[in-house]
């Protein structure tokens, strides 16, 4: 039970955020296989949109000693938390392949990647379709030739509920809140609380965002000049549960909460 609420410090936002809903170590082999098999090549340079701390960015580069990386974020304070806690981590070599650009995912950037990657959603911030396809164009001009753009993407029965999700994990309590949800505009406010060391953080991020559907984005990337778009469902355990392993597919059976990816090649 917590003593109190309080205003969370900065270290601790991230620590707690990155280890209740990062798993960008799963993210970036799902990027190499897929990359490789669409591509017939590994893929060596990566765009991270909406980047925050730039934690992918920083273990990309620690794949391979080719791969470079760009962290993009408009806020300084996720950067500034990466920088002091993941750049630090890599040694000077690895350091120089790997650039924090405070700025907007809109902008025209000075390199071509062979991968652009949005993912925790953040795309949803865009809530009107012209935004939304103004950004999927900019990205597909931004990408190689043979480029690739990776999203996630979210959904089941249980997402438009208004209800709160709590994760226990060891050391501390993840909360997903579901606040509201309008059926007319898909617009939905979500927020994470925490709780830690007997302290509840309420309200530590909060998301203004519109809830797009797979058949919506797989539509706008091509209206955005994709050739090709992709959809993946993930497998299951024996318990029913997802599996890690996501394979392309075009229909499957809804489920009270799923999380998938969709991929756009240029
Ligand atoms: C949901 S967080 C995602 C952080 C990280 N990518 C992750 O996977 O956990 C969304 C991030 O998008 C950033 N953001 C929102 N609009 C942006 C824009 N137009 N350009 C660049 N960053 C933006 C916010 O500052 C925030 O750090």
Redesign the pocket.
Known sequence: MARGTSEIPVVLKYELYESS??NHMADIEFIEEEFKTLRGRKPRTLRED???TGAMACDWVKQHKDNLSWA????PE?IKYGKENHYTRLNKEEAGRVKYIQG???DKYDFDPDVVVA??F?YF?FKRREDLLKYFKKVRKALKKDGVFFVDIFGGTECYQEMVEETEFDKHSYFWDCDSYNPLTNDVLYYIHFESKGMKYEKVFV?DWRHWTVREITELMEEAGFSKVITYWEGEDDDGEGDGDFYQSKEEENCESWVTYIVGLV
Do not use: I, R
């Open positions: 809903v990062q909406f980047g925050g993009v974020d408009l806020d996720p907007n995912v809109l993912f925790n953040s911030c998301y």
